[in-house]
């Protein structure tokens, strides 16, 4: 399996552009890998009008991606991650969603899609 050393500095709860976005997925596709699902889900978000907001985690694969609206008044936290949460932190809700293998269940980008927009909308 080729190796494929980190280009980009880690997000840090940050504001992320479509221009971020594009390169990371660019440089996935350059090395020969698909586009990362937790970058679909943040374009889908910046078409629909709403800020993204990404924190990958130090240790992990994890992204936390925090979906806010225009006014700054609805906020919604999607966590997309290769492994289990924390049981406390998934008991407390530490995310309004969880993409991936949960302690409860698996779900998907398209599911963290309709669930954030229902909230954001609604």
């Known amino acids: 399996m080729k190796k494929v050393s980190l280009k980009f500095p880690r997000l ?15 440089y996935s596709i350059d090395n020969g890998y698909s586009v990362q699902k937790w970058i679909q889900f943040c374009r889908v978000m910046m078409d629909e009008g709403f800020r993204v907001n990404v924190h990958e985690a130090q240790t992990t694969f994890s992204k936390y991606i925090v979906i806010t609206d225009p006014k700054g008044h609805r906020k919604f936290k999607v966590r997309f991650s290769n492994h289990r949460p924390n049981k406390q932190a998934e008991n407390r809700d530490d995310s309004d969603f969880y993409v991936g293998v949960a ?7 398209e599911q963290a899609i309709t669930a954030t927009l229902a909230h954001m909308n609604g």
């Open 12 to 26: 840090r709860r940050e504001n992320v552009t479509k221009a971020q976005l594009d390169a990371r997925a660019k």
């Open 103 to 109: 302690n409860n269940k698996t779900t998907t980008t």
